[in-house]
């Protein structure tokens, strides 16, 4: 079974309307809505590089998790691996849905548009010059990423 889930992940972002009132006074909202926010200042909303990061640090530990010594016992050390392995799959497909939803957009000719797909990790010397994929390539490569996790977290593979 696979053990990433979606979760709503109610974001809260009613609070940058002008109708909103909150108490919180280090708010990332309130602090953007009063013109604190600045390009120095990290805040929550920044979903482009929270998702980013994580989906670059799985994709290294995807290529890496074989390479580890998991277990002095050969079983538990597979076993872990592919748990380990699957829910990185799960996280990269959730990690893939976030930046989905908060950076897809419609294209200058109508085309509705994803963002980059990373399924290798990217070092200095790779092309990071990447375009974005369709919407619907960024939407395949979330369900192969679950289905991956499915199956490899799934009892008797």
């Not at 979903?47 to 799985?58: A, D, K, L, P, V």
């Not at 996280?91 to 939803?101: A, C, I, K, S």
């Amino acid at each position: 079974m696979c053990t990433v889930a979606f979760r709503d992940d109610y974001d809260n972002s009613e609070y940058a309307t002008d109708d909103a009132v909150i108490n919180q006074k280090n708010n990332a909202f309130l602090t953007m809505a009063t013109g604190g926010w600045t390009s120095r200042l990290w805040t929550p909303i920044n979903q482009w590089t929270n998702s980013f990061s994580s989906i670059q640090y799985i994709n290294l530990f995807l290529e890496n998790v074989d390479k580890v010594r998991w277990s002095d016992d050969a079983e538990k050390a597979q076993l872990f691996a592919r748990r380990t392995k699957g829910e990185a799959y799960g996280l990269r497909g959730m990690f893939l849905y976030y930046l989905l939803r908060a950076h897809a957009g419609f294209g200058e000719n109508g085309e509705l548009l994803g963002v980059p797909r990373l399924t290798e990790y990217l070092t200095i010397n790779s092309d990071l010059n990447l375009p974005r994929a369709s919407f619907a390539d960024c939407v395949q490569q979330i369900y192969s990423d679950l289905e991956k996790c499915r199956r490899i977290t799934s009892l008797g593979v």
